[in-house]
């Protein structure tokens, strides 16, 4: 009889079932790292437009990220720079054009003249053609000059009910860990994440703090080894960093164990 106790007692520990431990291996989630595609497949097509989300979904990417701000006119348009100069054939800051003189600008030949013609999306534009098809990871990109879009954000994914978990992850992001905690406040159901740049943001203090309300700790690659994706994982929550622009790179952020890459290079993956 001891010797059946015995053996059931090592046989649970192994799969995991009695001790939750402390350290990495059984704090990540699961086993798949994510494969996230920077602004669409980025470093196919021009960043941030249908062309580059497109190459994603044909890249098998997991996900693609995305950059939203608003429009003068209060529409969350999908752009990385808070201003149109480089990625359009247009001038001046996002927040002082209208959504209709953003679409009206070409979005592509910057990158190559056979992108010609690609627009700056809406978010719901973008969420109308890919849900269910792929994942979405939204930056909500410098929220303190676009005051309420995190609840304009909660409304483009409530409007089609994807606020709620499907196959096809959403996440919220930021650089602004107040915007991503509004956000989570309006819309729980949402998973969220905080963006690092800075060393004092992989603390214990500051891990803990991140801990109370999101799921994703993302950091520049630079910042990321071993021991910081066990820290991560240690305060249950998952670590995607960014952004992978070469194999090796890849490789060693896999190697560190990260749970998810985003990479201009979905095919590096
Ligand atoms: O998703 C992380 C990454 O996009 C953050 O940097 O400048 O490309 O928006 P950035
Ligand atoms: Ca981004």
């Given at each position: 009889m001891k010797k059946i106790v015995t053996g059931t007692l090592i046989a649970m520990l192994a799969f995991g079932l009695i001790l939750k431990p402390t350290g990495n291996a059984f704090a990540k989630k699961d086993d798949k790292i994510l494969n996230v595609a920077h602004r669409g497949a980025s470093g196919y097509a021009p960043e941030n437009t249908m062309a580059a989300f497109e190459k994603a979904v044909d890249m098998k990417a997991d996900l693609f990220e995305l950059d939203v701000q608003l429009s003068k006119d209060g529409e969350v348009v999908v752009i990385h720079?808070?201003?149109?100069?480089r990625t359009t054939n247009g001038t001046g800051k996002v927040k002082e054009h209208t959504l209709e003189e953003l679409r009206s600008l070409d979005a592509g030949s910057w990158f190559d003249e056979s992108f010609t013609g690609e627009r700056i999306p809406t978010l719901g534009e973008v969420l109308d053609q890919y849900r269910g098809k792929i994942g979405i990871l939204i930056e909500i990109k410098s929220p303190s000059l676009y005051p309420g879009i995190e609840q304009k954000v909660a409304d483009e994914l409530k409007e089609r009910n994807m606020h709620k978990p499907t196959n096809n992850k959403i996440i919220v992001q930021s650089f602004d860990h107040d915007s991503v905690q509004t956000f989570h406040n309006i819309l729980p159901s949402v998973p969220v994440g905080v963006l690092v740049y800075?060393?004092?943001?992989?603390?214990d203090i500051s891990l803990k703090e991140f801990s109370r309300y999101a799921e994703y700790v993302n950091p520049g690659k630079s910042l990321v080894d071993e021991e910081v994706v066990d820290r991560i994982h240690d305060y249950d929550m998952d670590i995607h960093p960014w952004t992978a622009r070469d194999r090796e790179s890849v490789e060693a952020l896999k190697e560190a164990g990260v749970d998810g890459i985003i990479t201009d290079y979905p095919d590096y993956m």
């Open positions: 720079d808070t201003s149109v100069d800075n060393p004092t943001h992989l603390t």
